[in-house]
């Protein structure tokens, strides 16, 4: 197996244009397909880097800060942040995109977590992430403290375990 991976390894990029088929009475795109493009470019980016079939362990908070209106573009851009034993967190930027009016827009960004299976269908080892770029280290850097966030909302970990939330709530409230 290969020990090590680049972030740009997983980069996994999808476009979609919004159909009448998408869209809710508003006509605007509707959040649950939104979703279903996330889960595919991220599950996408999670098996170029480890090579495996993959399942989603989690979603963190999404939210829609913009509507992305029928006939416009939507460019899905995913890519694996840290690497655990077995899961690997992925980061989500959406934009929506108005090509005859000249206009692009972020609409939302997220963090999915994927697991690798093996051929049994058990957690499989997958390689370690090397980040490159100023955001990728920042990213990998706070992966930790995001992943004993919704473990510990999963009830997967005791709070007290959670040393890097703790840390960050010592240095925020020094006195407590
Ligand atoms: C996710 C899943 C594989 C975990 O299996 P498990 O038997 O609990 O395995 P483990 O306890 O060894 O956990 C495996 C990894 O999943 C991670 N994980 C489990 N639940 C998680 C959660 N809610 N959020 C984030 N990561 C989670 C663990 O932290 C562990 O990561 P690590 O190996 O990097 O430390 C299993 O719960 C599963 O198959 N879920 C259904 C997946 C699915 O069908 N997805 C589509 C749903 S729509």
């Known amino acids: 197996m290969v020990l090590q991976k680049f972030v740009k390894d997983s980069l996994t990029t999808m476009t979609e244009l919004v159909l009448p088929n998408d869209t809710n009475t508003l006509n605007n795109l509707m959040g649950g397909k939104m979703m279903h493009w996330m889960d595919i470019v991220s599950a996408i980016a999670a098996q ?16 829609f800060a913009q509507p992305i209106k029928l006939g416009n ?14 899961s690997m967190e992925v980061f989500i930027e959406v934009w929506g995109e108005d090509i005859p009016a ?3 827009y972020i609409s939302n960004k997220a963090f999915f977590t994927f697991v690798a299976m093996d051929q049994n269908g058990k957690p499989a080892h997958v390689p370690e992430v090397v980040p490159e770029t100023e955001e990728e280290k920042a990213l990998y850097a706070s992966a930790l403290r995001r992943r004993q966030l919704r473990l510990v909302l999963a009830g997967r970990m005791k709070p007290h375990d959670a040393s890097e939330l703790k840390a960050l709530f010592e240095l925020e409230n020094p006195e407590v």
């Open 48 to 63: 170029k880097h480890s090579n495996r079939i993959v399942v989603t362990a989690s979603v963190d908070n999404v939210s």
């Open 102 to 104: 000249g206009q692009r």
């Open 73 to 86: 573009v939507v460019t899905l851009r995913a890519q694996v942040t840290r690497a655990f034993t077995s």
